[in-house]
């Protein structure tokens, strides 16, 4: 089940709500622990049982923390309980592809090569790991008390506003309203427009321009316009499925009583590559921070640690998203090298670029870099690059067939829909300027026309998943 689909909406949340309003204050963990069961067991009964594993293990290893005496226990205690979530992690999502790489290394010799399953990746488990160890290292620094309460942690951790696809929550930003939260109008009304909001970025942007990405990115010999605007609708759709997400989740999330930070804040207009990351995936990023470059060493080594450890954080960075294969690793490795980049650039007497320069030369880089994010195989990637760069030719306005025969007004409307929200922080002043009130005022209605837009082009085609599902 999904936010997008006709089963959530008409069936699931109402229900949801229904409960959560009637079932009184003292209740309410337990009816969102038991409706999160539900939510995700919607998708995989099986998998349940692991959720509910993982969710009992986090919860008795807190205990087991908080309980243990010595600060050396306390160290083994923990390192025990990260090593089993990131052995369950490990396991389902690296398997495949280390299959993979063994048997491609073998040379496919029939009598070496490993027969094997593939093995499914449940869907929200990198999160659901990240939120567990983040909450267990935090209790081993004492930085948030041990919760006592199995169905308060399994609340936090199960909560299907954000259990799929992030943000990921830490525990200390959540510990007041799990022991008590409002249930009021107001922020019910707040919350509501967000999730209407969350799901127009969805549906309208991200859903429409898909087909395109996809045929771009299938293209056997992609021209130059081709690959560029695969690479360009890609962009768009992946920031507006994922942070459309994130809003639909921050929404849920006041309409419940809880408050969520935001997951980004406008990535697309950073200046630099590290700009970008204070901005793309904000739970992610300062996760990693905190939780592995910071005890990595961050930079209180000297210039040269400084730059392994940000070459290491963003490996595992670009591990964590993805274990179908190895250019997601290649993704974590350029954006490391970029940021080493920008590290080094002040110390080399060079000139340094204007912000609009610089603007511009980050999100080069981000959008190349999506190339390889998106790509099936390293192959793939190479055929894209070599278009994108003109190695096939440079003809600017020579589609292929299959593009033309595809490409119709409604997704040169999402894009342009997609850049002007983009660019909105941008404008807005020129609108304060120029633009009458009452036009802003009378505008203030399109998150409700967009989400019943939004509904009918569910209902008409179907649900389309998240891309962030698959990490």
């Known amino acids: 089940m999904v936010f997008a689909s006709l089963e959530f909406l008409t069936l699931f949340l109402p229900l949801f709500f229904m409960l959560y309003g009637f079932g009184g204050a003292s209740r309410r963990n337990s009816i969102l622990l038991v409706c999160s069961w539900i939510f995700y067991g919607w998708w995989s009964?099986?998998?349940?049982?692991?959720?509910?594993?993982?969710?009992?293990?986090?919860?008795?290893?807190?205990?087991?923390?908080?309980?243990?005496?010595?600060?050396?226990?306390?160290?083994?205690?923990?390192?025990?309980?990260?090593?089993?979530?990131?052995?369950?992690?490990?396991?389902?999502?690296?398997?495949?592809?280390?299959?993979?790489?063994?048997?491609?290394?073998?040379?496919?010799?029939?009598?070496?090569?490993?027969?094997?399953?593939?093995?499914?990746?449940?869907?929200?488990?990198?999160?659901?790991?990240?939120?567990?160890?983040?909450?267990?290292?935090?209790?081993?620094?004492?930085?948030?008390?041990?919760?006592?309460?199995?169905?308060?942690?399994?609340?936090?951790?199960?909560?299907?506003?954000?259990?799929?696809?992030?943000?990921?929550?830490?525990?200390?930003?959540?510990?007041?309203?799990?022991?008590?939260?409002?249930?009021?109008?107001?922020?019910?009304?707040?919350?509501?427009?967000?999730?209407?909001?969350?799901?127009?970025?969805?549906?309208?942007?991200?859903?429409?321009?898909?087909?395109?990405?996809?045929?771009?990115?299938?293209?056997?010999?992609?021209?130059?316009?081709?690959?560029?605007?695969?690479?360009?609708?890609?962009?768009?759709q992946l920031f507006f499925d994922f942070a459309g997400y994130s809003v639909m989740a921050i929404g849920l999330g006041m309409m419940l009583g809880f408050r969520f930070p935001e997951n980004f804040n406008h990535p697309y207009l950073s200046n630099s590559i590290q700009d970008f990351w204070r901005r793309w995936h904000i739970s992610l990023s300062t996760w990693l921070r905190d939780y592995l470059y910071i005890p990595l060493g961050g930079n209180r080594g000297g210039e040269v640690h400084t730059y392994i450890n940000l070459l290491l954080t963003m490996s595992i960075a670009g591990l964590w998203h993805g274990g179908d294969s190895w250019n997601f690793l290649i993704w974590g490795v350029a954006h490391g090298i970029a940021l080493c980049t920008a590290r080094i650039w002040p110390h080399t007497g060079l000139p340094q670029p204007s912000i609009t320069i610089s603007r511009i030369l980050?999100?080069?880089?981000?959008?190349?870099?999506?190339?390889?994010?998106?790509?099936?195989?390293?192959?793939?990637?190479?055929?894209?690059?070599?278009?994108?760069?003109?190695?096939?030719?440079?003809?600017?306005?020579?589609?292929?067939?299959?593009?033309?025969?595809?490409?119709?007004?409604?997704?040169?409307?999402?894009?342009?829909?997609?850049?002007?929200?983009?660019?909105?922080?941008?404008?807005?002043?020129?609108?304060?300027?120029h633009i009458n009130p009452l036009v802003i005022v009378s505008g203030a209605a399109w998150p409700v026309l967009g989400f019943l837009l939004s509904f009918a082009l569910i209902a008409s085609r179907g649900a389309v998943p998240f891309l962030y599902f698959q990490f």
């Not at 052995?87 to 290394?105: D, E, M, P």
């Not at 209407?196 to 130059?224: E, R, W, Y």
């Open 45 to 236: 009964p099986i998998y349940l049982v692991l959720f509910m594993f993982l969710a009992v293990m986090g919860w008795v290893g807190g205990l087991a923390i908080g309980r243990t005496s010595t600060e050396k226990a306390r160290g083994w205690t923990l390192a025990l309980f990260i090593g089993i979530s990131i052995c369950i992690l490990c396991w389902f999502k690296y398997s495949n592809i280390a299959v993979q790489t063994v048997n491609y290394a073998l040379g496919g010799v029939s009598t070496l090569s490993i027969a094997w399953e593939k093995i499914i990746l449940p869907i929200g488990l990198s999160f659901i790991v990240l939120q567990s160890i983040s909450y267990l290292i935090d209790v081993y620094r004492r930085t948030v008390p041990v919760d006592h309460s199995f169905v308060s942690f399994a609340a936090y951790q199960s909560m299907f506003v954000h259990l799929i696809a992030g943000p990921i929550i830490r525990y200390d930003w959540v510990k007041k309203e799990l022991i008590s939260r409002p249930f009021d109008w107001s922020q019910f009304c707040l919350g509501s427009r967000r999730f209407m909001i969350g799901m127009s970025m969805k549906v309208l942007i991200a859903d429409t321009l898909a087909p395109v990405v996809d045929l771009a990115f299938s293209l056997q010999n992609p021209s130059f316009s081709d690959a560029w605007i695969g690479c360009l609708a890609y962009s768009l």
């Open 362 to 433: 980050t999100l080069l880089f981000v959008f190349l870099a999506w190339t390889i994010f998106r790509a099936h195989s390293f192959d793939d990637a190479l055929r894209m690059y070599a278009s994108q760069l003109g190695m096939n030719g440079f003809d600017y306005f020579n589609l292929s067939d299959a593009m033309l025969n595809l490409i119709r007004p409604v997704h040169w409307l999402a894009a342009f829909l997609g850049v002007t929200c983009i660019l909105a922080p941008l404008l807005i002043p020129y609108v304060n300027r």
